[in-house]
């Protein structure tokens, strides 16, 4: 019996000339539209 999962996300932070790579959610059915920062969740 599984008592609790544990979600792992790593968050990426892109800068290049003073400008921030984000991207928008969409079709996920989570926060869809909205930004958010690149994110890696295993």
Avoid: C, P
């Amino acid at each position: 019996m599984e008592r609790f999962k544990l979600v792992v996300a790593v968050h990426l932070i892109l800068v290049q000339n003073n400008q921030i790579l984000l991207l928008r959610r969409y079709n996920t059915g989570y926060e869809d539209g909205n930004y958010s920062v690149v994110a890696r969740t295993h």
